[in-house]
């Protein structure tokens, strides 16, 4: 018990809190406002697309794979939702099959990116990137390059700025809770439940792990890797969803980079890009740190916009830099020790 | 490569000259690893433009002897002559200086560049800092055409057959004016007719002076190249056999040595009501029609060279290769093409290379065990019972003696045949009915071992079917119940356990017949 104490101080987690901790006193020494209730409630839903999205692609860097289309296909869900529902004047019903349609793309495309990439061996980079222009241009011809904006108040607002817990705090300040964060909550609680107590989560870390040895205990690896990538597209759709929400429109340009910042948290969250190895509280904890920097970029003021994108990618990188070398040291250490035991024990027989 | 070395390369543009008598002499070389000592006092001589075939069995001291030649490793004792002068070699480069050249079984090409930019790879010609192609390519084209090859100096490597890149690596060894080549087994990755091309290199490289080491488990090809076989035995030169000495049995015995055999007191029992039938199975150009039945009950061993088409015949048992022709009957029914519906049916495959096939290294030891036991631990919906995959791991790692006894191990850390335990735990936990095993042994030590084989025997006694493949003759010889050998893709000959010796399964496997067996074509 001792030693699981132990062995939980100097793991990798006490090492995410750290960079946490370290991260928002930081913050919370040069900008006050950071630490207040409002500003933390404003970053959980700020980076609940992020979260959602990073849960998605986990999956697809898990069988070794990468997904970079993500920020398109989440324009492109918002794009069909708004276009599709717009036939029925966003009433509730056609909302929602607007964003049943938008799903269903998101999960075909995955599925065809699973094909190329399983069936005819091409490097995911380069299936996802290319998709990912074809998406673009798919979404300008769908919404003619305007941005297609939906009827206030309408099922559609909701997805993102539904109220679900509201209360004033005895400060006087109200307390908020919006739908995007349910979401996003419930999303990830879905993945990790699927990853860590399913057959399927076994067997795409076994896919990921050797996908030979995946093949020779019986695994389908083509249909596992598709329905990988589609849940990838699914999570992109369902972020695409909440942030066509969230700022009132759809536009061939929201979402663009996200698959950069996405990818970033995963690695931030000790995911291995080579696959078989990555958890969905190290999505989490990528996206979370992700989103502070980025909140905490547009809070103080000396930053421009233009300088924005500078410092966040800076932070990111020396975080990312600092994450890697602790994360293979820390496994390296495991490595030997475990290697250690098992040479006591080999001597013991 | 000193400037100096690279002008005297640019002036023997002729290759080696044409010399006569002893090229090299290896006289009483020791060498020991950690304490352990693998060659004594090996001795071996060969003569310029002769081809010196060098066989044994795996571990038998080939490699170690090839790698003091060459500079890889340091001697311990005994001395080496090149043109009679002693000389010493303690690396590499210096093998190289000296015109020792190796040709190794993974070729060292790069796939993406020309014929021509491999041979010069690292010692490109330059003229002010510029490559000069255009010399490259005629001094290449000029040793093209000395030693008769059909080779285009500016083809990509990649679009090339086996047999030509080993072309290109002779014409890499012959850049450098080598006058020893060495090749460990050049033929196990080429087909028969790409073989016979190498073979015509070789003779035009003999012809030409240069000497030739060849490494080899292929007793034909011997006969059909070699002047000289040295045959190692444990560490140990047996003897050197001229052309006319060389025939299947006098090898196999040096090979082999003294055979012991622990004779069976069991009689085995046969169960004729639970049988795996193969007819006529056919894949590719490796499986030409094989056919065999294995009965309840029974270990079949499967023995041939590598790449023979053993393990493609396991493959296509098991359903993760798909046979062009035959049928495969379990109790006259046909078995599926698909591995999770054989798996659940009760087949199990130990694939031959563990890490790169068996196991998942980044995963704990309870997880691999479990991957192949989905139907146990998870309800229908995929669901996994957390305690049912534990005790179901934990049970494999006690019954099969797992160490260390912890199922959060990474496998990746544990020793070799733990891992293997690993592996074929995963299998037996689940009493398959048909098991197939590709190599179970490689790189397991001997204690373990013998576990192994007891695990094995304890799931033949209750009913099931073992196929297993192995190229350690020892092994197969005392495992088996029965061995079939594999000869350009058919079953050779078929070895009785009580007739069974490791002489006989060599020689059968290099396409001789035997009094023991049962010839099968």
């Not at chain 1, 098992?342 to 013991?348: L, S, V």
């Not at chain 2, 029609?289 to 294995?294: E, K, L, N, P, Q």
């Amino acid at each position: 018990m001792k030693e699981k104490i132990l062995s939980s101080l100097t793991g990798v987690w006490a090492f995410r809190v750290l960079i946490l901790l370290i991260v928002c006193v930081f913050m919370g020494i040069s900008e006050p406002r950071f630490l207040t209730i409002g500003n933390i409630v404003n970053i959980i839903s700020y980076i609940s697309v992020y979260g959602i999205m990073a849960c998605g692609m986990l999956f697809a860097v898990l069988i070794g794979g990468l997904d970079l289309s993500i920020g398109r296909v989440a324009a492109l869900s918002g794009t069909i939702a708004c276009i599709v529902a717009r036939v029925g004047g966003f009433s509730a019903t056609w909302c929602l099959i607007g964003i049943a349609c938008a799903i269903v793309a998101g999960i075909l495309i995955g599925y065809f990116h699973g094909f190329l990439i399983v069936k005819l061996a091409i490097p995911s980079f380069v299936v996802t990137l290319a998709t990912s222009y074809v998406i673009y241009g798919a979404i300008t011809l769908l919404s003619g390059g305007s941005r297609v904006d939906f009827v206030r108040g309408s099922l559609m607002d909701t997805i993102s700025n539904a109220r679900i817990v509201e209360f004033t705090l005895s400060s006087g300040k109200p307390f908020v809770i919006q739908m995007n964060v349910v979401i996003f909550i419930v999303f990830a609680v879905i993945c990790w439940y699927v990853l860590s107590k399913t057959t399927f989560g076994r067997r795409i870390y076994a896919i990921g792990g050797n996908t030979t040895a995946a093949q020779f205990v019986g695994i389908n690896v083509f249909r596992n890797s598709c329905a990988a990538y589609a849940i990838s597209s699914g999570a992109a759709c369902i972020g695409g969803l909440i942030l066509m929400s969230s700022t009132s429109y759809a536009a061939q340009t929201l979402g663009a980079g996200y698959e950069g910042m996405v990818l970033m948290a995963l690695i931030v969250g000790g995911i291995n890009l080579a696959g078989g190895k990555g958890t969905i509280s190290g999505a989490i904890f990528g996206a979370l740190l992700v989103g502070i920097i980025a909140n905490i970029c547009t809070l103080v003021d000396f930053l421009n916009l233009e300088y924005l994108k500078f410092f966040q990618g800076l932070i990111i990188l020396i975080v990312c830099i600092i994450s890697v070398i602790l994360e293979t040291r820390s496994r390296r250490g495991k490595g030997r020790k475990a290697k250690q035991i098992a040479e006591m024990q080999a001597q013991d027989e | 490569m000193s400037k100096e070395k690279r002008k005297s390369l640019d002036i023997k543009v002729e290759g080696p000259m044409k010399e006569e008598g002893v090229l090299l002499t290896c006289k009483g070389i020791d060498k020991s690893f950690s304490g352990v000592q693998v060659l004594f006092g090996a001795d071996f001589e060969m003569n310029y433009g002769e081809v010196h075939a060098l066989m044994g069995e795996n571990g038998a001291g080939k490699s170690t002897l090839i790698k003091i030649v060459t500079g890889v490793y340091h001697k311990d004792a005994g001395q080496l002559y090149i043109d009679e002068e002693s000389v010493e070699i303690s690396n590499p480069i210096e093998a190289r200086a000296h015109g020792i050249a190796v040709i190794y079984q993974e070729l060292s090409l790069v796939p993406d560049l020309t014929v021509m930019e491999n041979i010069y790879l690292g010692q490109e010609l330059k003229k002010y800092g510029f490559v000069e192609k255009n010399r490259m390519r005629e001094r290449t084209l000029d040793l093209i055409k000395k030693y008769e090859l059909d080779l285009n100096p500016d083809a990509t490597v990649e679009v090339l057959s086996m047999a030509q890149r080993q072309m290109v690596e002779v014409l890499k060894a012959l850049s450098t004016n080598a006058k020893l080549i060495i090749m460990d087994e050049p033929t196990s990755s080429l087909s028969a007719a790409e073989s016979e091309h190498l073979f015509r290199t070789i003779e035009s490289l003999k012809k030409k002076g240069t000497g030739i080491i060849y490494v080899t488990h292929r007793l034909e090809e011997v006969y059909r190249i070699a002047d000289r076989l040295t045959v190692m035995r444990n560490g140990e030169v047996v003897g050197t056999l001229t052309k006319a000495e060389i025939n299947p049995r006098t090898v196999t015995t040096m090979m082999i040595g003294h055979e012991i055999k622990t004779e069976y007191d069991v009689q085995r029992t046969f169960n004729d009501d639970f049988v795996l039938e193969v007819k006529d199975l056919r894949y590719g150009d490796l499986l030409k029609g094989v056919s065999f039945t294995a009965k309840g009950g029974e270990i079949l061993g499967i023995g041939g060279l590598v790449g023979s088409g053993r393990t493609e015949l396991l493959h296509c048992i098991y359903g993760a290769k798909k046979p062009s022709g035959g049928r495969i009957l379990l109790n006259g029914k046909p078995v599926s093409r698909s591995v999770i519906k054989n798996i659940n049916n009760g087949f199990g495959l130990v694939p031959e290379d563990r890490r790169r096939e068996g196991f998942n290294p980044l995963q704990t030891v309870e997880k691999n065990i479990a991957i192949a036991s989905h139907d146990v631990i998870a309800n229908a919906l995929g669901l996994v019972y957390a305690k049912k995959e534990r005790d179901w791991a934990e049970k494999a790692i006690e019954d099969y003696d797992i160490r260390p006894k912890n199922r959060k191990m990474i496998v990746d850390n544990m020793s070799g045949g733990n891992q293997q335990k690993v592996i074929l735990g995963r299998w037996l936990i689940r009493e398959p009915r048909v098991l197939i095993l590709d190599e179970p042994t490689v790189g397991v030590d001997v204690g373990v071992r013998a576990e192994l084989y007891r695990f094995m025997r304890q799931l033949t006694e209750s009913g099931s079917i073992i196929i297993m493949v192995s190229s350690d003759l020892f092994e197969l010889v005392q495992v088996s119940d029965r061995i079939l050998v594999m000869h350009d893709g058919v079953f050779f000959e078929e070895f009785p356990r009580e007739k069974a010796t490791q002489a006989a399964v060599l020689m059968a496997a290099s396409g001789e017949h035997t009094e023991e067996g049962v010839p099968l074509v």
